[in-house]
C-alpha cells in the first residue's frame, strides 16, 4: 500500500501533463517510466542497498533521490491547484486557461522549491526558545531550562558530522535536561550506531532522558536496545523519573510509541507510567506522537512534548498532516489545563527530505511557575 501511495503522483503528471507533451508516444512513454523511477526509488532501494526506510547511498545519492521526489509531490501538487482553478474558471466564465504557457513556469517552480526544501531540511537547526507556564510547577524550577531534541532521524542523509553539531549547539544552551523525544535514527545498529555516538556527549545537569518514535520499531528494535545502553543514555519506557531541587520536584514521565504493540513490544501506557507518583506532582510527559494530548490532559498531565509531525515540513501540505494527528502538527497548544508542545524536529525521514515554511529546530524550553509569573 505505501508503495502505492508513492505512485500516485507520477500517476497524475503523466495523466495532466506528459500525456500531452508534443512528443512521440516512446519518449511520452520513457518519461513515464523514469517519473515512476523516481516515485519508487525506496521500492528499488531494497534490492540495491539497506532497506526501503533507509537507503545506504552515499549522501548526495540520497540528497539528490529525495530531491527529485520532493519535486515531483510539488508539481502534482501545482497540477492539481491549476486544474481545480481551470474547473472553477470553465463553471464560472466558460472559458479555459492556457495549457503549457501555465505549466511549464510550475515545473520550473517544483525543481526550485525542492532544491531550497533539501538545504532548509539538512541545515543544522536554530534553537527555537519558548517559554512555558506551568501551573503547580514548584517555584525552585522557575527558569529551568529543558531542551527537546525531537526526530533527529540520523541516516547517511543526516550523518555523524551534522549530529556532532546537533551536540554542540545543543550543550551550548547549558541546559538543566535534556529529553529526546522518537525517531533517532533509520537503519540498522552496524549502520548507525557511528552516527548517533555523538549523543553521548550531550551533558545537562539533570541528565538526558530518551523515548522511543515509531522509527525505532522498523529497525530491529530488539537490536538497538543493547546499542543504546553504551549510549548510557536511559529511555523511559512507561516510566518515570522525579528531578528534584531541594525539597521540590517535578516528575518526568515517557511512553513508547503505539507502533510497538504492532512488533510484540509495551505499547504506551500512561497509568503504568505513573505508578507511585502523587497527585499534587506536576508532570511533564514525553510522548512521540501529539494526537493523544487529549487523554493525557485528562490524566492530569502538565506539559506534553512530542513530535513526530516534523512540523507538516512544507507549508500547505501539511494540513494534510494535521487530521492524522488531532489537529496538532507544530508548535504550541492549550489542551485544557495542559500545554502541549509539538516540535518541528531536528531531523526528518530521508524519504521525503523537504521542509519550506516549517524550519528544523532544537527547542529551548524555559519553564515558569504560575506563582512566578503572578508576581
Not at 505508578?275 to 487529549?294: F, M, N, S, Y
Amino acid at each position: 500500500m505505501f508503495f502505492i501511495w508513492m505512485l500516485l503522483p507520477a500517476l497524475y503528471i503523466g495523466s495532466r501533463f506528459i500525456w500531452w507533451l508534443p512528443l512521440s508516444p516512446v519518449l511520452r512513454f520513457g518519461l513515464f517510466l523514469v517519473l515512476v523511477g523516481i516515485c519508487e526509488f525506496r521500492f528499488f532501494s531494497r534490492w540495491l542497498w539497506g532497506s526501503s526506510f533507509s537507503p545506504e547511498w552515499p549522501r548526495p545519492v540520497v540528497m539528490l533521490a529525495g530531491g527529485l521526489f520532493g519535486a515531483v509531490v510539488l508539481f502534482a501538487s501545482f497540477l492539481l491547484l491549476r486544474d481545480t482553478l481551470a474547473l472553477l474558471v470553465g463553471l464560472l466564465t466558460r472559458k479555459t486557461l492556457p495549457g503549457l504557457p501555465i505549466t511549464l513556469p510550475l515545473l520550473v517552480l517544483s525543481v526550485v522549491l525542492a532544491g531550497v526544501g533539501v538545504w532548509q531540511a539538512t541545515r543544522v537547526p536554530d534553537v527555537r526558545t519558548v517559554h512555558v507556564t506551568i501551573p503547580g510547577l514548584p517555584p525552585a524550577f522557575d527558569g529551568y531550562r529543558l531542551v527537546q531534541l525531537a526526530d533527529i532521524h540520523a541516516t547517511r542523509l543526516l550523518p555523524r558530522q551534522w549530529v556532532e553539531q546537533i551536540v554542540a549547539r545543543t550543550n551550548a544552551l547549558q541546559p538543566d535536561l535534556i529529553a529526546i523525544t522518537g525517531d533517532m535514527s533509520d537503519g540498522s545498529v552496524e549502520d548507525r550506531l557511528p552516527d548517533v555516538e555523538p549523543l553521548t556527549q550531550l551533558r545537562a545537569a539533570d541528565g538526558v532522558y530518551a523515548i522511543t518514535g515509531n522509527h525505532e520499531y522498523y529497525f530491529d528494535y530488539a537490536s538497538w536496545v543493547p546499542a543504546w545502553q553504551t549510549l548510557s543514555i536511559p529511555f523511559l519506557t512507561n516510566q518515570h523519573v522525579r528531578i528534584v531541587r531541594g525539597d521540590a520536584s517535578f516528575v518526568l514521565a515517557g511512553v513508547p510509541d503505539k507502533v510497538a504493540e504492532n512488533y510484540g513490544f509495551d505499547g504506551p501506557d500512561l497509568k503504568r507510567a505513573l505508578e507511585g507518583t502523587r497527585p499534587d506532582d506536576t508532570v511533564i510527559l514525553l510522548d512521540h506522537r501529539p494526537g493523544t494530548a487529549d487523554d493525557n490532559a485528562a490524566a492530569g498531565v502538565k506539559l506534553q512534548l512530542s513530535g513526530h509531525t516534523h512540523g507538516g515540513m512544507v507549508l500547505g501540505l501539511d494540513q494534510l498532516v494535521k487530521p492524522l494527528n488531532n489537529g496538532y502538527i507544530s508548535g504550541r497548544y492549550a489542551v485544557g489545563p495542559m500545554t502541549l508542545y509539538v516540535s518541528n524536529g531536528a531531523g526528518l525521514w530521508n524519504g521525503f527530505p523537504l521542509r519550506l515554511g516549517r524550519p528544523s529546530e532544537i527547542t529551548e524550553l524555559i519553564l515558569h511557575s504560575a506563582a512566578s509569573t503572578a508576581r
